[in-house]
């Protein structure tokens, strides 16, 4: 073998031990307990993996029509969100950042998933919910997907009943007439399992899509999405997809590895004509 074929090949030695000896991945430091006093503290989200909605709980849509929340549920994941219509700020945010979130994605609410926005306070109305709806849908920008979005209102029963079973914990705040509540959205299975949990409000499109992919069990997306499943996990702690560093950079490693081998086998090829060549023989 030459020198060059040499080097090439202590290169590709050397990267797969690299490969091999790359540290462990640091796990994430625990979040903070919540700082806020009295009854304001028990305000957060409960991750509930696993388990399995309440669907057969009564609603009503945007559009007056009574439906059980099942209804909402079987051919696709839903993306689920507790808000409530007169929050002064931090549910409209939240709207706002599902709308910002999904827009770039090539999936679509109605084909590929669902969202229900389920208010949270006893007091909203259909009405109420239909102009919510209309807010959102012209952040997000698709108006021919409104059919798959949804906006429920419901009694106090139900209400409380829903948000014990996804974990969602609020409270009303006298001081201020509001109700005190955690940020997020939930990735819910289309038979009702809790999936996946993005705290926030600000949902990257990545962890979007890679939520609802995973929520899907494979009915929805593609390859590339198979793949980045593979490269990146879901953090519990963070509520977010963090990338997966030792199995992301082995990824690297074996694709560096094949280069090198390829590259070394045409060195050799290529010298071994040459030497041919130049003994006269037949190239």
């Not at 991945?25 to 388990?51: K, Y």
């Not at 060195?267 to 030497?275: D, N, S, T, Y």
């Amino acid at each position: 073998m030459s020198g060059r074929a040499a080097l090439a090949a202590a290169l590709l030695l050397a990267l797969a031990a690299t490969a091999g000896a790359l540290p462990p991945q640091l796990s994430p430091e625990q979040p903070a307990s919540n700082p806020l006093p009295g009854e304001l503290g028990t305000v957060g989200f409960d991750q509930r993996l696993g388990e399995t909605l309440p669907l057969d709980l009564p609603f009503r849509d945007e559009t007056g029509r009574e439906a059980r929340l099942g209804e909402f549920f079987g051919e696709r994941p839903v993306l689920m969100a507790f808000v409530y219509h007169s929050c002064p700020m931090l549910c409209t945010l939240i709207q706002n950042g599902i709308a910002a979130g999904l827009k770039p994605l090539k999936l679509e609410p109605g084909r590929d998933f669902d969202v229900v926005m389920v208010s949270f306070d006893p007091a909203d109305t259909p009405e109420s919910a239909a102009r919510k709806k209309q807010e959102v849908l012209s952040r997000y920008g698709r108006p021919e997907t409104a059919a798959g979005w949804h906006f429920l209102v419901g009694g106090e029963e139900s209400i409380r009943t829903l948000t014990a079973a996804a974990g969602f914990r609020y409270v009303f705040d006298t001081a201020t007439q509001q109700y005190a509540h955690a940020s997020g959205t939930v990735i819910v299975t289309p038979d009702g399992r809790l999936s996946r949990y993005l705290y926030g409000i600000d949902y990257a499109p990545k962890d979007l899509r890679l939520a609802l992919v995973e929520s899907s069990a494979g009915k929805i997306g593609n390859l590339v999405d198979q793949f980045l499943l593979l490269c990146f996990h879901y953090d519990e702690n963070l509520g977010k997809y963090s990338a997966a560093a030792m199995l992301s950079l082995r990824f690297a490693a074996a694709v560096t590895v094949l280069v090198l081998v390829g590259l070394v086998a045409g060195l050799a090829l290529r010298e071994r004509r040459q030497r041919r060549a130049a003994a006269g023989g037949v190239v």
